[in-house]
């Protein structure tokens, strides 16, 4: 049976050009089970490309005992005439995708052979476009979010190319940081507990980490409280969105598809480098990106050449006094000893650290006796509760504080001598911060329950009363500030709910031991918040006035509660007036400061740090901390280099929108020092103090001018390849400081030959280069690098070329992330796609017009799989049709275009060329699918439907010219071969991506409103007529009457000149308040309430039109004879409805006729 199989395998396989997936191979399956209701299942990896033996296996577990006793011969036969459907179906489903993949093969050998893409500054004069997109990170394969932005750049590059430009797209590739070293790690621990290959054990108990997860998920879900911050920005990094289902590093690169003879050799972090990044060149090939491989590279000190450049860039920093030996505070993984920057992120991206202020509240004596016995011999020290808050000015008006019942709290020897009651986890935090003990190990001399700690006396600083009381709060969550919280119920809308609930609820007091007395303080009020609404009165207690105006009840009404926070934060913060203490008459924002200063310098507080949300270190997987650490630090947001930075942004940046421009704006107000250097993970040295490696994002700024010249030097190979003292070779440390001074300078320095082994030919060559490529045009990005890479490269820039703002980047283009059939792209859900899988499903050109198709801006954009399907169909569909056209040329109908069908179709390919261009001009990809594939078959389709006499055989060349050149950026493959195709047929030749863009001229606006008309004179004929089927009675009309009017009245006039003059001047149509007060400008409407309302109506009836038509729609002179055309369309209105007549009449004098001008009204005849 399995010789059977195997037979049957070769000749399928041959037949589907070797690209059989499992779905075809589950289809098979179920047909030979002679069960079309049972669903075969389909292993992981669905669409993969699957070999003879997973086939064979699968397929033998199919086969029906009556063929499986057949001889081998008879067998094969059986299981060919079982399936033939099947492969027929087979056929129809893949035989066009296998068509265009084999195009695509052709045409990139071809491209390759020619040097295609290769770029050179060949003519100097020529203009140029240098576009790039952040280098990936390989630790893997590249996924179908990378090709969606990628592809932003590919597309643009292609189309400048087009428009006659000389174009650079390079693309290296990053490997800088702790996730590689971190996984590498991670794989060498799993060997040496495990074995290799490891026998991993098959029941585990849940780790500690899933268990504080799925605790913290409950907390979260109950309002969790944690400090007066409240709730942060969220920050779940994409590593944690591509989390893998497999448990072990093994298991996943196995998922990843790597050999699992070869997995053991990611032990070492450089096998990474060596694996990854070819299989990412292989991917990009296939989807038939534009590069110049030449100047492809990886990061690290693996490849000395980039190394040199980092290097040099850090000593251009140091020596512009932008880069200082400093201590800050930053978040850090304590196990890697070092900070934890974005990139080094599992979780937490875009998350800084936090200040609060620590405020000590004294525990009265005698200490209760469960706290006694935990201090033991520091029995008689003074111990004070640590409470972590945002809003130290609210101090004033304590009435007592929050602890967590079942909460664990550490008793915490400070530094000071002090002894602080806090969480665990707050005194590890504390401990990297010189407040106790040593980093990873804060004093902890005991412990005790929260619950032993209710009803405690407690002095609180600057609190009205001498003495308050501990009091329960279950919603407290550990994870989040000190497990400690201050309680303030004139001024936080949740403590005054609990706080009353306390009061009345007597049980709730008897379990937790509270008496009567201890809640007998009354509410503090503190500031005056001017609330909407509020009296006097109430302006100074807000929290009390918002429970009571929202209906709030209890601390159960979560989410009422952190609605009236929001509110109650957001008016004092900005227009709230301190009525009491140090800050008195001060608004809050600045008592705030005056208020923490006193109570720091008087030792009634201290300055503490955490994350702003949880932070997990890629490496390690554990939760970082913030740390106060010595080390180098990037000077952003200096005012000097701010500004620049922030002047170049506003006047010569072009961020392709205004709400990306906004986050630029700010992302400069935040982004302040950036810990620069790391100890730990793969990269390049500091020059100046090499126990330091420069971080992952900080070695990532301006490699854009390192491609300028990396083909002098990289010698086609990623990490520059074997090195000879003998060779002809520059060698690495041939690249000097003084070499890249000369290379880099900016066209306005004048700068010697550096002493150099370098030739001094090769030298000014790498320096035309440079000077003829920069500054960067474009660079494309997704839309979370706005808040560091993006903005860190536009200060390198300001820095390494100060004098010169003319050599920094042009325009940033960035995008949202890409859905995958209207779902998030997950590896946990299942939901995920490599770049790989993609375009072994669908071909590259029909994956490359659904990523074009997907969307475009900042909001997320979906990639469907029906989309590339109907793309395989439709490029199909017209490559036929083209090929069908030039074999029936001389049946084409030549001679003169005097038909109004021809000049309309003529006028329309025009009109899409203007349109397609300003689409691809500005990076609307999914406007330029619609235009130059949709828009153009949609023309061609009216056009070929239409037109009486047959296609004008001009206009079939002229559309098939057009539409290979236009969507060639888009799908190059199968538009270079039709290019080729039609070579004879419209007289092209060379090729189609090196081709110009089409030169015609611009659309004749009378003949697209003639165009349009007649559309809408048809639809709206058609659509009357399935509205009066009733009132026909069963009778079919044989007439269609059009009655034209070629005047307004005048309030219709005065309704479009009102709306016509907004949308001038405004941009804005009239909303109805504002054109019923134009209306009652006019004496004809405001006399008469009934010609008024319907002026109304009319306007709403315009404002739709609007939406479809533009500003069409508000024009009250029509462009041509209405009259004319209809006469001359009359075929065309009649085709395809049972109509044998039209009759065109006048409507100007019948005054219940509800025609105007480019609108007729129509009606029906029945006629023996």
Request: proline fraction near 5%; glycine fraction near 6%; charge should be positive.
């Amino acid at each position: 049976m399995k010789k059977a199989l195997d037979d049957y395998y070769e000749v399928w396989d041959k037949d589907f050009a070797g690209n059989i997936s499992l779905e075809q191979v589950a289809m098979v399956a179920s047909k030979l089970q002679k069960d079309s209701k049972k669903t075969i299942a389909v292993p992981d990896g669905d669409k993969k490309k699957v070999g003879k033996e997973e086939m064979v296996q699968l397929m033998l577990s199919s086969i029906p005992e009556e063929i499986a006793k057949m001889k081998p011969e008879e067998a094969a036969a059986k299981i060919r005439e079982t399936t033939a459907e099947v492969k027929s179906i087979l056929t129809k489903m893949f035989g066009r995708r296998n068509h265009l993949i084999a195009i695509e093969k052709k045409v990139q050998a071809a491209w390759a052979k020619e040097g295609c893409n290769v770029s050179s500054p060949e003519d100097a004069k020529k203009e140029k476009f240098f576009c790039t997109f952040p280098y990936p990170y390989m630790n893997g394969k590249l996924h179908l979010g990378h090709a969606f932005t990628l592809c932003k750049a590919e597309f643009a590059a292609r189309f400048q190319r087009i428009n006659g430009k000389q174009v650079l797209f390079p693309f290296g590739f990053h490997c800088t940081g702790m996730p590689i070293a971190a996984c590498a790690e991670k794989l060498a621990k799993e060997m040496a507990m495990y074995g290799n290959p490891p026998k991993f054990p098959s029941n585990e108990p849940e780790p500690q980490a899933k268990k504080e997860e799925k605790k913290k998920v409950k907390d979260d879900a109950k309002g969790g409280k944690g400090g007066k911050g409240g709730k942060g920005k969220k920050g779940k990094g994409k590593a944690a969105k591509k989390k893998s289902k497999k448990k072990y590093q093994w298991e996943i690169l196995e998922e990843m598809g790597v050999p699992s003879n070869i997995v053991h050799k990611f032990a070492d972090p450089l096998f990474w480098l060596d694996y990854f990044p070819p299989i990412a060149i292989d991917d990009l090939k296939e989807l038939g990106v534009m590069v110049d491989w030449r100047r492809s590279f990886i990061t690290t000190d693996a490849n000395p050449y980039y190394d040199a450049f980092v290097r040099w860039q850090f000593a251009k920093l140091r020596a512009a006094e932008k880069v200082e030996l400093a201590k800050r505070m930053c978040v850090f993984s304590p196990s890697n000893g070092q900070p934890c920057a974005d990139h080094d992120r599992a979780e937490g991206e875009g998350v800084g650290p936090q200040e609060y202020t620590l405020i000590k509240i004294k525990v009265c004596k005698p200490y209760p006796e469960a706290l006694t016995k935990a201090l033991g011999s520091a029995g008689e020290s003074e111990v004070f509760l640590a409470a972590a808050t945002l809003r130290p000015e609210t101090m004033y008006g304590q009435t007592n504080c929050w602890l967590l019942p079942t909460g664990d709290y550490s008793l915490v020897k400070m530094d000071s001598g002090d002894i602080f009651v806090c969480s665990a986890r707050s005194a590890l935090n504390m401990s990297f911060q010189e407040l106790s003990g040593v980093p990873k190990k804060p004093v902890i001399i005991g412990s005790v329950k929260g619950a032993d700690l209710l009803g405690m006396a407690i002095a609180a600083p600057l609190c009205k009363y001498e003495k308050v009381y501990t009091m329960p709060l279950l919603t407290i969550s550990m994870g989040k500030g000190t497990g400690v919280v201050t309680s303030v119920p004139s001024d936080a809308p949740a403590d005054y709910a609990a706080w009353m609930d306390m009061k009345k609820d007597a049980a709730m007091r008897k379990k937790y031991g509270i008496t009567e007395e201890m809640v007998a303080f009354d509410v503090v009020p503190i500031i005056d918040t001017p609330l909407e609404g509020a009296g006097e009165a109430d302006r100074k207690l807000p929290a009390p006035y918002l429970c009571k105006k929202m209906k709030i009840k209890s601390q159960k009404a979560v989410d009422k509660l952190e609605e009236a926070k929001k509110i109650c934060y957001k008016i004092s913060n900005a227009k709230g007036t301190m009525l009491v203490g140090a800050g008195k008459g001060l608004p809050v924002m600045e008592a705030k400061e005056v208020v923490k200063k006193m109570m720091i310098d008087k030792g009634q507080a201290v300055t503490y740090y955490e994350p702003q949300e949880k932070v997990v270190a890629r490496a390690g997987n554990e939760e970082c901390v913030c740390a106060l650490t010595e080390q180098w630090f990037l000077k952003y947001g200096e005012n000097v280099w701010q500004k620049k930075v922030a002047d170049h942004i506003e006047g010569t940046l072009d961020c392709y929108s205004n709400k990306a421009k906004d986050l630029f704006r700010f992302t400069i107000g935040w982004l302040r020092q950036w810990a620069c250097s790391r100890t730990a993970g793969l990269g390049t040295r500091l020059p100046w103090d090499t126990q330091y490696l420069i971080e992952s994002l900080s070695d990532s700024t301006i490699y854009m001018a390192y491609y300028t010249i990396a083909h002098f030097f990289q010698g086609g190979t990623l990490d520059g390849g074997e090195f000879k003292q003998d060779s002809n070779r520059i060698q690495p440390e041939d690249l000097t400081e003084a070499v890249f001074d000369y290379v880099f300078a900016s066209p306005k320095a004048s700068v010697p030959l550096p002493d150099s082994k370098i030739p001094a030919e090769t030298l000014q060559k790498m320096r035309k280069e440079f000077l003829y490529w920069y500054p960067l045009d474009l660079r494309v990005s997704g839309k979370d690098l706005i808040r560091n890479h993006l903005t860190m490269s536009l200060y390198n820039h300001a820095a390494i070329w100060d004098q010169d703002s003319s050599m920094w980047p042009q325009s940033f283009f960035t995008n949202g992330h890409v859905q995958l059939n209207n779902e998030k792209m997950s590896k946990s859900t299942g939901n995920f796609m490599t770049l790989e899988q993609a375009v072994r499903a669908f071909g590259s050109d029909a994956c490359r017009l659904a990523l074009a198709e997907a969307g475009d801006g900042l909001e997320d954009s979906n990639f469907t799989e029906d989309t590339a399907d109907r793309a395989i169909l439709k490029l199909t569909t017209l490559e036929d049709w083209v090929k069908e056209q030039i074999q029936m040329e001389k049946k084409l109908r030549s001679g003169p275009m005097d038909s109004f069908f021809d000049r309309s179709f003529d006028n329309e390919i025009n009109a899409i060329v203007h349109l397609t261009y300003s689409a691809y001009s500005e990076m609307r990809f999914r406007d330029v699918v619609v235009h130059a594939f949709y828009g153009m078959l949609s023309a061609r389709d009216w056009y070929r439907e239409y037109v009486s006499k047959g296609m004008h055989v001009d206009l079939v060349k002229k559309f098939v010219k057009v539409v290979t050149i236009i969507l060639a950026p888009i799908c190059p493959h199968f538009c270079e071969n039709l290019w080729t195709t039609i070579s004879a047929f419209v007289g092209t030749s060379g090729r189609v991506v090196t081709a110009s863009w089409p030169d015609v001229p611009g659309p004749d606006k009378a003949l697209t409103a003639q165009t349009e008309y007649l559309r809408r004179a048809s639809s709206s004929a058609r659509s009357t007529l399935a509205k009066q089927k009733k009132k026909l009675k069963g009778k079919t009309p044989n007439v269609l009457k059009l009655d034209v009017s070629t005047v307004f009245p005048e309030w219709k006039k005065f309704v479009m000149t009102a709306l016509k003059t907004s949308h001038k001047e405004t941009g804005e149509l009239l909303d109805n308040k504002s054109l019923a007060t134009e209306l009652r400008k006019n004496p004809e409407l405001c006399k008469n309430k009934k010609m008024s309302k319907l002026a109304m109506s009319y306007a709403a009836m315009l404002k739709n039109e609007f939406k479809s038509r533009g500003a069409g729609a508000l024009e009250s002179e029509i462009l041509f004879d209405e009259v004319a055309l209809l006469e001359e369309s009359k075929e065309y209105l009649m085709k395809g409805t049972s109509f044998n007549r039209v009759d065109i009449g006048n409507a100007d004098n019948d005054p219940k006729s509800n025609a105007e001008p480019g609108k007729p009204a129509i009606s029906f005849l029945c006629e023996e």
